[in-house]
């Protein structure tokens, strides 16, 4: 079976601070960047703010430089006409804005012991603040199991592979973590652990955000919702009723049909006939 | 593709079919070889032979090859083996409406035990459980770590008397080996303690005489495992059993665990979890379902990084079941196409990668909305991609608990879903749970 490369959860800080690639033996030879920590990266999926967007090349054959910053770091993306849909995805992205990244490593050596690390992605997403969140905190676990795993590497007087997966370590793992400690020594584990601290501090400071945005969204919702209660008639509600008595009330028509639409998606209320006659359950505990 | 290998394997067909006093033009030998080579998927060797059959010519048997015992396979030889066939397994794939049979079995001889597995071998036929057997002219591969009897159409396989002796243990391996179900690999003969999750009798007709057998699910906290008992242990759902030698053999790349006469199997009474427990889906991660080639009700936790053509609204052949292209079903042409559901897509858990698969049921809860609403959006908006694009948004990037069996193929796992749940608990609250714990 042809086992396809995993996506690596890594923070920038991580990537950037590699400095051993390895080609592998196999046809196609796909490159690895190897961190200090022992991933073993030819593949990622990263998620962080898109800041910078650059085209150098033409407009029909876009050739993009952008780059994406997470809580720790830049990742460096580049595109070429070989896949034109990602670069043309970047343009059209928004800066700032949360992007996710399903992408290839990519190194370039302009002299010893330098090593530039790129990200060529296969694909970009646009994904909402609580996607990014849970990224963070799932890299954060990733990362963890990384630390543990060199920790345990670096407490064995000669590790091996094979050492690491008999206590649990998974073989792509055990390879990238030997193949990091000859490289690199030991790694500062304390550092990261700073790290990994900042990162999860960072997503909780979040919550403050997060009631502020909802208790907005709360106001709204509850005066549509008392908006709907007022023009209801046996759970039967006329659009032209409800935008009658929205406009009397000084609401923002934009706003409340926003409003609907989420409450349409959330299925607390039905569209009955599209643009004429609203629906609710009034048995449904929102409404009562 | 590597254009002088092409050229290579053409010349060669070319100058077989001359040596038959056929001459057929090159490009057009060279079309054929490239149907099978690209459109089939067959091997370089696979698609010489089946052109040279188009044109009526049986390849030459090849040569005989050195006799081995069983206890020396080595990986890439050609060899000749004999010995008794412990087991045999007959499966039936189709791709692209072509059918393949392949026999897969165990063979053993007074050394050891090896697994077999044979593509288009039509000698395996006649074959059936304990009959002496000599293999000629097969190859050694090797599968998950295990050599293994590759047989292929060119091997020959007779029934023979053989001039040692089958021994009563299996052989050099010694007494099965004490595992979870987790290390239940193919071709390892193991002892195990396991609850029956569930059992069914099913009547099979095998040539011609009808037999029961009895097929259900074993679990332990490690993992659950499809069995097939071939006789009667009065195995009913919820019971604990303990094992000592049963086979692992390989269904569909994934392990399968055969009860048989000659084994032990004893209903006993043990601190284990109990069924609830255990009727759960198996947490696994990516790498572990890699390892062991597949997994049976697994519980994977990972995130969609690729949402794959062919998932969204279909329209299948109301005959066939097939999905339609533009209306037609190509068996049976122009048809009124059923509307379904479904998502083909990529999951990776960071530590590896798996396609997955799911049926209308659990596309049609991702999306919440039916079949019925689906259809009506395609409509209204005359674009069939809009349900696409709605489960691109849904699932991309995000984060699932995933239940469901793994399959494999030489290519690739797929699991097909059973159950896929948007990740609960907020990020803030791990992000809270994990600074505790890791004291960050």
Redesign the interface.
């Given at each position: 079976m042809i086992k396809r490369e995993p996506a690596w959860r890594v923070f920038a800080q991580e990537y950037r601070e590699s400095s051993l690639h390895v080609a592998s033996d196999e046809e196609h030879s796909p490159l690895y960047v190897i961190t200090p920590l022992g991933a073993r990266v030819n593949r990622v999926f990263i998620v962080g703010t898109l800041i910078d967007v650059t085209n150098y090349g033409t407009e029909d054959e876009p050739s993009v430089r952008a780059t994406l910053a997470d809580q720790t770091g830049h990742f460096y993306l580049t595109t070429g006409q070989y896949n034109p849909e990602v670069g043309f995805a970047l343009l059209r992205a928004e800066t700032p804005s949360f992007l996710a990244v399903i992408g290839k490593a990519h190194v370039y050596q302009p002299e010893d012991g330098v090593l530039k690390k790129y990200i060529r992605p296969e694909s970009v997403i646009q994904v909402d603040r609580e996607t990014r969140d849970r990224w963070l905190v799932e890299t954060s676990k990733a990362t963890w199991e990384r630390m543990e795993a060199m920790r345990e590497a670096m407490e064995m007087a000669e590790p091996s592979e094979k050492m690491l997966r008999d206590i649990g370590i998974y073989p792509r793992l055990a390879q990238g973590v030997i193949q990091a400690v000859k490289h690199y020594g030991e790694a500062n584990l304390n550092a990261y652990a700073e790290m990994l601290g900042d990162v999860l501090r960072y997503v909780i400071s979040q919550k403050d955000l997060e009631s502020m945005l909802e208790g907005d969204g709360e106001s709204l919702t509850e005066q549509v919702r008392q908006l709907i209660l007022s023009v209801e008639n046996n759970g039967d509600i006329l659009w032209a009723d409800l935008l009658s008595a929205a406009d009397k009330e000084g609401l923002d028509e934009e706003k409340v049909k926003d409003e609907i639409d989420r409450l349409l998606i959330e299925g607390k209320i039905f569209e009955r006939q599209i643009g004429v006659r609203l629906k609710i359950e009034k048995d449904d505990e929102f409404w009562s | 593709m590597d254009e002088e290998k092409v050229a290579l394997h053409v010349e060669r067909i070319r100058r077989a079919l001359e040596k038959n006093g056929k001459h057929v033009d090159e490009s057009e030998i060279r079309k054929a070889y490239l149907n099978y080579l690209i459109t089939f998927g067959l091997g370089e060797r696979r698609s010489e032979a089946k052109v040279l059959e188009d044109y009526g010519i049986t390849p030459e048997p090849t040569p005989t090859s050195h006799e081995v015992k069983l206890n020396g396979l080595v990986p890439d030889e050609r060899i000749k083996v004999r010995g008794r066939v412990i087991s045999i397994n007959r499966a039936v794939s189709s791709r692209d409406g072509v059918e393949n049979t392949r026999y897969y079995g165990i063979l053993k001889d007074d050394t050891g035990t090896a697994p077999f597995n044979a593509w288009e071998n039509e000698g395996l036929e006649e074959i059936q459980k304990g009959d002496d057997i000599e293999i000629d002219g097969a190859y050694v591969g090797e599968w998950n770590g295990e050599a293994q009897i590759r047989i292929t159409k060119y091997s020959t396989i007779r029934k023979v008397e053989l001039d040692f002796e089958i021994p009563d243990s299996v052989g050099s391996r010694g007494p099965a080996e004490e595992v979870k179900l987790v290390s239940a690999l193919p071709g390892r003969r193991i002892a195990f303690t396991a609850r029956v999750l569930s059992v069914e009798e099913r009547k099979i007709n095998a040539r011609g005489e009808e037999k029961t057998i009895y097929s259900g699910i074993l679990a332990d906290e490690s993992a659950k495992v499809p069995f097939t008992a071939w006789k009667d242990f009065n195995l009913i759902p919820g019971d604990l059993i303990k094992v000592s030698g049963a086979y692992v053999r390989a269904w569909r790349?994934t392990p399968q665990i055969n009860l048989d006469d000659g084994m032990d199997v004893e209903k006993i009474d043990a601190d284990f979890p109990d069924m609830d427990e255990l009727d759960r889906g198996t947490p696994m991660?990516?790498?572990?379902v890699?390892?062991r080639?597949g997994a049976n009700d697994a519980l994977i936790r990972a995130?969609i990084?690729?949402v794959k053509p062919g998932s969204g609204l279909i329209f299948r052949c109301p005959i066939c079941r097939w999905v339609l292209q533009d209306g037609v079903c190509k068996k049976h042409g122009k048809v009124d196409g059923v509307p379904d559901l479904r998502i083909k897509a990529?999951m990776?858990?960071?530590?590896?990668?798996l396609n997955l698969v799911a049926g209308k049921e659990v596309t049609a809860a991702i999306l919440?909305k039916s079949v019925e609403q689906c259809v009506k959006e395609a409509k209204d908006s005359m674009d069939r991609s809009v349900v696409f694009r709605q489960i691109e948004e849904l699932v991309?990037?995000?984060?699932f608990l995933i239940r469901g069996n793994v399959v494999?193929?030489?290519?690739?796992?797929t699991m097909i879903v059973t159950e896929m749940t948007p990740?609960e608990q907020?990020?803030?609250e791990?992000?809270?749970e994990?600074?505790e714990e890791?004291g960050?």
């Open positions: - | 790349n991660r990516i790498w572990q890699e390892e080639g995130t990084i690729q990529v990776d858990d960071g530590s590896g990668a919440e991309l990037a995000k984060d494999s193929d030489e290519m690739s796992s990740i907020s990020p803030v791990i992000a809270e994990l600074i890791w960050v």
